[in-house]
């Protein structure tokens, strides 16, 4: 799955040594050049390889309409089937399968604008196999105490689940905040997850500037991180004013101390 994608986005891939056939869904926030010009180029080249099956392009309708009148002229045959799934404008989810949701949320920037919550499903408990040996427990019954059920015996005696089964893995969530203002809406719609990536364009004594583009601050960038209660907030989408982006980190740090100043390239694990 790709977030946006800038004209760098081939490039990235490859420095990253990662297969363009593993791209199926692609999420655009917002129809600025940064974040979407590199997707026909992508598209072209995947449309190229003969690799065939469907990407899914997530976007709001503008960016179907003129991602398909590109393409009309760009790519040829029937190598890829691209898919064109229109974003809600008040958001919404946007993709679902057995174990993950994405959701899209509003974001306040100077174009309409979504950020993305990528949410596990709630996982199922880990059998204990040394009970079930001992128990012998049907394996028709398995999936029911994995879900939670308890086993009741034979002689009507009931052994409950907690002593079947250990608790249930983790279920890891992952937010993306693109380009946006500070609003406290922003945190309410992030609550609570693992990892935040949070625009953080300009530094506290540029918040003015912040205000006037439609971005926001690295303090601000931390002040929703402390407010949704995350775990871990990445910062990025720096100004090109800043060659030593330390002073963004450190801005951030003040209000939320869990915070990573990402850079291209940087690979972080969301568990």
């Known amino acids: 799955m790709l977030v946006d994608c800038g004209e760098g986005a081939q490039l990235s891939l490859r420095r990253a040594r990662l297969k363009f056939s593993r791209v199926s869904h692609i999420f655009i926030s917002h129809l600025h050049g940064d974040h979407m010009l590199g997707l026909p180029g992508l598209l072209s080249t995947l449309s190229m390889h003969d690799l065939g099956g469907t990407v899914h392009v997530h976007?709001?309708?503008?960016?179907?309409?003129?991602?398909?009148?590109?393409?009309?002229?760009i790519c040829h045959g029937d190598n890829l089937n691209v898919e064109?799934?229109?974003?809600?404008?008040?958001?919404?989810?946007v993709y679902e399968d057995k174990s993950l949701t994405v959701t899209a949320?509003?974001?306040?920037?100077?174009?309409?604008?979504?950020?993305?919550?990528?949410?596990?499903?709630?996982?199922?408990?880990?059998?204990?196999?040394?009970?079930?040996?001992?128990?012998?427990?049907?394996?028709?019954?398995l999936p029911d105490i994995k879900a939670g059920a308890d086993f009741?015996?034979?002689?009507?005696?009931?052994?409950?689940?907690?002593?079947?089964?250990?608790?249930?893995?983790?279920?890891?969530?992952?937010?993306?905040?693109?380009d946006t203002m500070f609003n406290p809406a922003v945190a309410e719609a992030v609550k609570g997850?693992?990892?935040?990536?949070?625009?953080?364009t300009y530094a506290h004594d540029k918040t003015q500037n912040a205000a006037t583009y439609g971005h926001?601050?690295?303090?601000?960038?931390?002040?929703?991180?402390?407010?949704?209660?995350?775990?871990?907030?990445l910062i990025g989408h720096y100004s090109k004013r800043y060659e030593d982006t330390s002073i963004l980190l450190n801005d951030a740090k003040e209000i939320f101390p869990n915070t990573i100043a990402v850079n291209e390239g940087d690979v972080i694990s969301l568990v």
């Open 193 to 200: 997850v693992d990892v935040l990536y949070h625009e953080a």
């Open 152 to 178: 009741v015996k034979a002689d009507g005696t009931v052994v409950p689940n907690e002593r079947l089964t250990t608790a249930a893995s983790h279920v890891g969530s992952y937010a993306y905040c693109s």
């Open 105 to 141: 949320f509003p974001l306040y920037h100077r174009v309409p604008c979504v950020g993305f919550v990528f949410r596990e499903k709630e996982k199922q408990r880990h059998l204990r196999g040394d009970m079930v040996e001992f128990l012998k427990i049907p394996v028709s019954l």
């Open 84 to 93: 064109f799934d229109v974003i809600p404008a008040g958001g919404g989810v």
């Open 59 to 73: 976007i709001f309708e503008e960016g179907a309409r003129l991602m398909r009148e590109i393409l009309s002229v």
């Open 216 to 233: 926001s601050t690295a303090a601000q960038a931390a002040e929703i991180a402390r407010l949704a209660g995350v775990k871990t907030l």
